[in-house]
């Protein structure tokens, strides 16, 4: 984005690139860059202590390490089109298309039809740098492409022109059609979804699956039907977008406030570590070993040894390093998919701390000839009250905690 807005600086009114402008406008940019660096410094002071995290050159370079160390090779059976822009935000780039091929019938100069080239470039970038990279190994993931969607809702905006409005009769219409795409709305999100007359589609897949292609259908069709009414060309959009404003309005509500799926998801994973808290205490030698099982039958926690040290800091405000975990699973090196061991050998070895294991992982052990025996010789074990997961604890370290279960 910062190459656009330093191209742009060269640009006068007219199309023509002139250096001089550039060097004459860069003294601001800068200045606002410096005006940034200044607000995260301070954003560090105030959440994480440390004014200068992420600006020293060494961990600038373990990051660059970390990169280098985890990602891997994009997947060129996807692009950015069909699995990022048409399926995450088709609406909103169709509007952002038809507004700037509105844009060549008028007399906006280049300069300010730059952002508009902005996705497009940097599709191509990260498409030619996923094939061709011999370093930073690019993958299609939606987060590389977050810097271009809010020029994309920016420019969406410009589709709809609002100079046809000349008297107070086009106001009103205006806020009328607005309002009946509020009723609209209304209306289904209650008769459908309120009252459930409707059970076979849940809200996302009805707003998803029949009213965005109707309603986007219809805003299209506005841009093809031939000698339009002025305010008819400006109304049926307007209506549209209504509709699909409001109703994308209460999806986000309903989302965020009655079904909370975010949150159901994060308590399903630390549930393992809420259920025992009570049992766990922290040190810098502790050892935890975590069954591979319950991620794979619960999808409880997370899978990696360092996935797991972070929601432990998380949840008990620890320091807690990867070597506090041992986790049985392992990685193939050529095909990146995860493959479960058994939990078993880790377990007889007996050299942790904590044992986070499932039930089933428990039947296992019982049909092994002693190892049970053994365990509880030198372990106490507790189960949920679903008895879905278990709990191994070192008696050496439980003691402290028996007058407080």
Not at 254 to 259: K, N, Q
Not at 267 to 282: D, H, L, T
Not at 293 to 318: P, T, W
Not at 381 to 393: R, T
């Amino acid at each position: 984005m910062f190459s656009f807005i330093i191209i742009g600086f060269g640009f006068s009114n007219g199309d023509n690139f002139h250096f001089r402008e550039l060097i004459r406008r860069l003294p601001a940019f800068l200045i606002g860059l410096g005006c940034g660096v200044v607000f995260f410094l301070i954003l560090n002071s105030l959440i994480l202590r440390d004014p200068f995290w992420g600006f020293r050159p060494s961990e600038i370079q373990q990051y660059l390490t970390a990169v280098e160390n985890h990602a891997r090779w994009g997947d060129i059976s996807k692009n950015y089109f069909n699995d990022v822009v048409f399926k995450s935000m088709l609406f909103p780039f169709i509007l952002f298309f038809i507004a700037g091929v509105q844009t060549r019938d008028t007399s906006v100069p280049l300069r300010d039809r730059l952002p508009w080239f902005y996705p497009f470039v940097l599709i191509l970038f990260f498409t030619v740098l996923m094939v061709f990279s011999s370093g930073y190994k690019v993958q299609i993931t939606d987060r590389l492409f977050f810097p271009a969607i809010p020029v994309i809702c920016v420019f969406a905006s410009q589709v709809i022109d609002f100079r046809i409005l000349q008297t107070r009769k086009d106001w009103i219409w205006l806020i009328g059609t607005a309002g009946v795409g509020l009723l609209i709305a209304t209306l289904v999100i209650n008769f459908f979804f309120a009252t459930q007359k409707i059970t076979l589609y849940s809200i996302d897949d009805f707003s998803l699956n029949i009213l965005l292609p109707i309603f986007v259908s219809i805003f299209i069709i506005t841009y093809f039907w031939k000698n339009p009414d002025r305010i008819a060309r400006l109304l049926l959009p307007v209506l549209c977008l209504s509709v699909i404003l409001f109703t994308s309005l209460y999806q986000n509500y309903y989302s965020f406030f009655i079904e909370q799926p975010v949150k159901q998801r994060m308590e399903q994973i630390f549930y393992p570590f809420s259920v025992f808290a009570n049992r766990i205490q922290f040190d810098p030698g502790m050892k935890f070993l975590v069954s591979s099982n319950i991620n794979k039958e619960y999808q409880m926690l997370l899978r990696r040894e360092d996935e797991l040290r972070s929601i432990f800091n998380v949840y008990f405000r620890a320091d807690a390093s990867i070597d506090n975990f041992i986790n049985q699973i392992r990685y193939t090196s050529t095909t990146q998919n995860l493959q479960y061991e058994d939990p078993l050998p880790g377990i007889e070895k007996m050299d942790y701390d904590y044992g986070l294991i499932t039930s089933s992982d428990w039947e296992r052990i019982r049909k092994i000839h002693g190892l049970s025996d053994q365990l509880l010789v030198k372990y106490n074990l507790f189960f949920d009250d679903q008895k879905s997961i278990a709990l191994l604890v070192n008696k050496l370290r439980d003691d402290p905690l028996q007058n407080n279960p």
